[in-house]
């Protein structure tokens, strides 16, 4: 891009006008993307006046919701030549009625992070800007996305590039993930993790930590939880691990200022140690780090990659990772990590398609951009890869909504903000306001409110996340301020809630923050075990099983052992009960318990990661609800879900497994979120994005 822009001023053609677009997912990285190309920029201004050469005039900036008016004014009159900016606004620039006219020079669109971006609608989202981009610009744009990690390849390419007259945009992948040389340690603070005081498992772990850092330079250390992130630096201050000065901690929850000064210092080289939870795992440029410490698992392939890869940031270095876990089902994970990575394997990405909302939000803003006809807004709409499928009669259905078709919900203040004439076929903006509700009410991502907690003398107890609240059930057990409360009910952004003494959660209170297993790392993790149980059961030599692991895997002789106690425990318990079939990835061992309270326990033990698990939990407690009207407490992991009944309730497990199959799961499924906080609050959302519910409508 440089290059053509060099060779355009050295003729004497480089306009003002915007050439290339790079799309960033987070405005953090906007800075350092500047940065990073002003760089070699001025470095060849320098090397032009040697030979008498101006190349000055090439241009960079930046524009998001943060660029002042001001900036915004002076870009209109000199626009960049390479403009980075968000997915947001390039949805907002698009309808802006003059800075539109510099976009129709674009020749390229770079999409930084692509793998962030194409996961969610706020991928569906871009994929038809970059549309309505191609529509606006004289020439054929050229479409570069960027990712680290990212699988499978071919479907990432087929979001990027789009089709055209339903035919697929020629692509060409360029695979270069593994060619950079990464080294994994994973460990394990003490030789028995399960019969280890807590105590003596911190005190080794801090121990190994302090080593860590004593050797190298600079390390980054990696925690799941914001929480956990304080209780680290905490510690290591507490323990005198390094001078207080050299040491910080970085997550979401701290400001912009105090984020900022820590990457500052971290790029001169003045920090020894920085604690993080997902904040610096992608993106950011923050300079030379020796080594990345990962505590506990990153629940997924392609994270560890992101974070290993904060250290060794250059050609010549490798990146270096070390995971330690403190018990073993994420020592396990780590292991298998390591092993998937070593084969080239990555998580899958999963890209939403057929977003009503988000094509809501399009129309408006193409019938503020001209006047369209029907025919031609539904072939640019289907040319992304998110909307290839769409029906043309849910198309009429999504015009006939947004032009005030359905006067049923002019009752609820839901008014028309395009015209649209059947005769003709034409739409187009309805009013003048519009522009400034699009402008006021775009993107994808939802206003996450706190959730006020009042117990049953409608006193207030504290504040849960509204992410948190969703996954609350009716009678569902969770903590708040150290103490247990019943959950009953929700009425806007209240909960109301009655203590709960002696009874143990079924929720987590950290559930909305803590990072979900991956389903592939899920299955890679069943896999493994089938694996070394079938060794087990043909006698294999604990010395050798051990070799193996650490060969494959590379966990120190103290991981490794740990890995195969653990397996072999669970081998020879199975067996004493009289199982003869041991997990794998075609058996799921399901118990039945009854605890101490005469409670009867259903456990699945399934590693498919939280997310399916919910759903698969909800499915299999629908059937005592409908057929037996008995209320179910569900608690899920990573590794499983519980069904608890009531004291003296007795389900027959057989017949709860009976009640769902591949053919009724989806139906089921639907029955039990129906009942759910998750309806209620996913359809606010989605409400919001299609512009229902306007988030300052009259302030």
């Known amino acids: 891009v440089i290059n053509d822009l060099i060779n355009l001023k050295t003729e004497n053609k480089l306009e003002d006008a915007v050439y290339c677009i790079y799309i960033s997912p987070l405005r953090s990285l906007n800075n350092d993307i500047r940065k990073n190309l002003l760089i070699p920029l001025n470095n060849i201004q320098e090397k032009a006046q040697l030979k008498n050469e101006d190349l000055s005039e090439i241009r960079v900036g930046i524009r998001t919701g943060d660029t002042p008016q001001n900036e915004r ?15 947001e606004t390039l949805a907002i620039i698009l309808c802006a009625p003059k800075f539109r006219e510099c976009l129709r020079s674009v020749k390229c669109v770079i999409l930084d992070e692509i793998h962030e971006i194409c996961t969610s609608k706020r991928g569906v989202h871009l994929s038809l800007s970059l549309e309505r981009l191609q529509e606006l610009a004289n020439n054929k744009l050229t479409r570069i996305g960027l990712s680290a990690t990212i699988h499978p390849l071919d479907e990432v390419a087929k979001f990027l590039v789009g089709q055209e007259n339903g035919i697929e945009r020629d692509c060409t992948i360029v695979d270069t993930r593994f060619v950079k040389p990464i080294e994994f340690k994973v460990t394990c603070p003490v030789p028995d993790l399960i019969h280890t005081s807590y105590s003596k498992i911190n005190s080794k772990l801090y121990s190994s930590i302090r080593n860590s850092i004593t050797n190298n330079h600079t390390t980054l250390i990696f925690t799941n939880t914001r929480s956990n992130t304080e209780r680290v630096v905490h510690q290591l201050e507490r323990l005198g691990s390094v001078n207080v000065d050299e040491l910080a901690a970085h997550h979401g929850s701290l400001s912009r200022e105090m984020r900022q000064e820590v990457e500052n210092k971290l790029k001169e080289g003045n920090m020894k140690v920085v604690v993080t939870s997902t904040s610096l795992e992608l993106g950011v440029d923050i300079g030379s780090i020796d080594l990345v410490t990962q505590i506990g698992s990153p629940k997924s392939i392609a994270r560890c990659l992101q974070r290993v890869g904060r250290s060794g940031h250059s050609l010549d270095k490798i990146s ?10 994420d020592l396990i994970e780590n292991a298998v990590i390591s092993l998937e990575i070593s084969k080239g394997n990555l998580d899958k990405v999963y890209i939403p398609k057929l977003s009503l909302d988000v ?34 009669n849910t198309f009429d259905r999504i015009i006939k909504y947004l032009s005030g078709g359905y006067q049923d919900l002019e009752e609820f203040r839901v008014y028309g903000k395009i015209w649209y004439d059947n005769e003709s076929g034409m739409f187009g903006r309805r009013g003048p306001m519009v522009r400034m509700l699009y402008s006021t009410n775009i993107g994808t991502i939802p206003n996450e409110v706190s959730i006020k907690v009042y117990d049953n003398k409608k006193k207030l107890i504290g504040f849960i996340e509204e992410e948190f609240l969703l996954r609350l059930s009716k009678n569902d057990i969770f903590v708040l301020g150290g103490k247990t409360f019943q959950f009953k009910y929700s009425k806007g952004f209240d909960a109301y809630a009655i203590p709960a003494t002696n009874m143990r959660p079924t929720i987590p209170a950290w559930h909305s923050e803590t990072l979900p297993l991956s389903f592939e790392l899920g299955e890679s993790i069943s896999q493994f075990r089938d694996r070394i149980f079938k060794m087990i059961e043909k006698k294999s030599q604990i010395n050798d099983l051990v070799k193996i692991i650490m060969k494959e895997t590379s966990t120190d002789k103290i991981a490794a052992t740990n890995i195969i106690d653990y397996f072999n425990e669970e081998y020879r318990f199975l067996k004493t009960i009289g199982i003869t079939k041991v997990p794998s990835p075609k058996n799921i061992i399901i118990e039945n318990y009854i605890d101490n309270d005469d409670r009867q326990n259903i456990i ?55 009640q769902v199959k591949a053919s009724n799961l989806r139906r089921i499924t639907l029955e039990a979120i129906k009942r759910t906080e998750l309806v209620k609050r996913s359809f606010r959302h989605c409400a919001v994005r299609s512009f229902m519910v306007l988030r300052t409508y009259k302030g």
Request: proline share 5%; net charge positive.
């Open 359 to 392: 094509l809501s939000q399009h129309v408006v803003g193409m019938a503020i951009e001209q006047q369209w006809n029907i025919k031609d807004a539904y072939e640019l709409i289907k040319r992304s890869y998110c909307y290839k499928d769409l029906e043309q």
């Open 73 to 87: 004014t002076k870009m209109l009159r000199r626009p960049p030549h390479i403009l980075i900016t968000t997915p």
């Open 604 to 658: 699945f033990n399934c590693v498919f990661g939280r997310k399916i698990n919910d759903a698969l939990s909800r499915a299999y407690a629908t059937a005592p609800v409908i057929s037996k009207k008995r209320n179910v407490l569900i608690t899920v992991n990573d590794n499983g879900f519980i069904l608890t009944f009531s004291p003296g309730i007795r389900i027959n497990p057989k017949w709860i497994i009976k």
């Open 320 to 329: 270096k990772g070390n995971l330690i876990a403190t018990n073993r089902d």
